[in-house]
């Protein structure tokens, strides 16, 4: 099921009818605020009330005109500017950014949000898509990292090489987001099964740890998995770190509950909130992430 959701995600006559299908906007609702940046802002205040900071992302990727990256550019210094009120941070795809077109202007346009990242004392983080864009996406973090503190960039557990990038990434005092891995990759360079994915998960967060406390360094688990967090939590503990420096990431619409529950016990918690109408491949990720929410796209074709 994982498979064939993941090859729906890129199949492009899909993309450009499955929006269209009434009853998938509705669908997709359950795990977007709404469409438009408002409703995120909205959310995101709701949430800061209850103690869950925010992480905005709009949806998009492999942007294929310079000129629509410059449009999402402009689109986060406006959100940059507008959400300091709610201590919110960013995450941008680099392909969102034009780096199917030219390096050197999504570099460009990384470095311009960060600026406007660091103006509104906010935080830049960097997705980590499929693995064609992993060694780029690394590199440009790494070129960013020297010039701007406020960025950090998510790895994924289920990719092999990801234990000897975060030894490259730590000299640099990288922030790091710790993710399980959203993609169809193959067996040659991904962990396959979800017991081993879990098991490197667990391995680079024991790695990570005591870096993140010696070093001052920013690890952010961004996961659902609760019982993951309290494994590496129980090691963060034995080493004398803080519940507000413990931090986790989860997404909108998912185990809310949970990062309620995370934050009244006082662990650093952020929602990540996805809005725009670019969702179609994002939303058959979370599909693939979970079949079983497919009963749920099922429920929205009854009356
Ligand atoms: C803040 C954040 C940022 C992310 N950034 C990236 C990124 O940059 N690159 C990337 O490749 N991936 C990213 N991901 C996605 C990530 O790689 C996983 O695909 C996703 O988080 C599901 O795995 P999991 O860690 O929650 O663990 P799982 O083992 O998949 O899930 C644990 C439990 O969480 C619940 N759950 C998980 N997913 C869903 C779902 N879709 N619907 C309903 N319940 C669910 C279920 O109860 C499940 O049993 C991000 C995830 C988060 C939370």
Redesign the pocket.
């Known amino acids: 099921m994982r498979a064939l959701f993941l090859w729906a995600a890129g199949n492009r006559w899909l993309a450009t009818h499955v929006p269209r299908w009434r009853f998938a906007r509705r669908a997709v609702k359950r795990?977007l605020p709404g469409e438009g940046f408002e409703a995120a802002l909205k959310a995101a205040t709701d949430f800061k009330a209850r103690g869950v900071g925010a992480?905005f992302t709009l949806l998009g990727e492999n942007v294929t005109d310079l000129a629509d990256a410059n449009r999402v550019v402009e689109h986060y210094e406006e959100v940059l500017a507008a959400s300091a009120g709610v201590e919110a941070e960013v995450?941008v795809?680099p392909t969102q950014l034009g780096l199917d077109i030219d390096p050197d202007a999504a570099y460009a346009n990384l470095l311009r949000l960060a600026r406007a990242a660091a103006n509104a004392k906010s935080f830049l983080?960097?997705?980590?898509?499929g693995s064609a864009y992993t060694e780029r996406t690394l590199d440009l973090y790494k070129t960013l990292r020297a010039e701007h503190a406020n960025v950090g960039v998510?790895l994924?557990a289920?990719l092999h090489r990801t234990v000897s990038d975060v030894a490259t990434l730590l000299p640099l005092k990288a922030a790091i987001?710790l993710?399980?891995?959203?993609?169809a990759e193959p067996a040659e360079i991904a962990f396959m099964r979800?017991r081993e994915?879990?098991e490197n998960?667990l391995a680079l967060c024991a790695f990570l740890l005591p870096e993140v406390k010696r070093r001052n360094l920013r690890l952010?688990l961004?996961?659902?998995?609760?019982v993951?967090i309290a494994k590496a939590w129980r090691f963060a503990q034995a080493l004398g770190m803080e519940r507000a420096h413990f931090e986790v990431?989860?997404?909108y619409?998912?185990?809310t509950d949970e990062q309620l529950r995370l934050a009244r016990e006082g662990y650093g918690v952020?929602?990540?909130i996805a809005y725009g109408d670019a969702w179609y491949a994002w939303y058959l990720?979370?599909?693939?992430?979970?079949p079983?929410?497919m009963w749920f796209v099922a429920r929205q074709l009854l009356p």
Do not use: P
């Open positions: 795990f992480l995450s795809k983080w960097i997705d980590m898509e998510a994924q289920y987001r993710v399980k891995g959203a993609y979800k994915v879990d998960y952010v961004a996961t659902h998995d609760t993951l990431a989860m997404l619409g998912i185990r952020r929602c990540l990720r979370r599909l693939a992430e979970r079983a929410n």
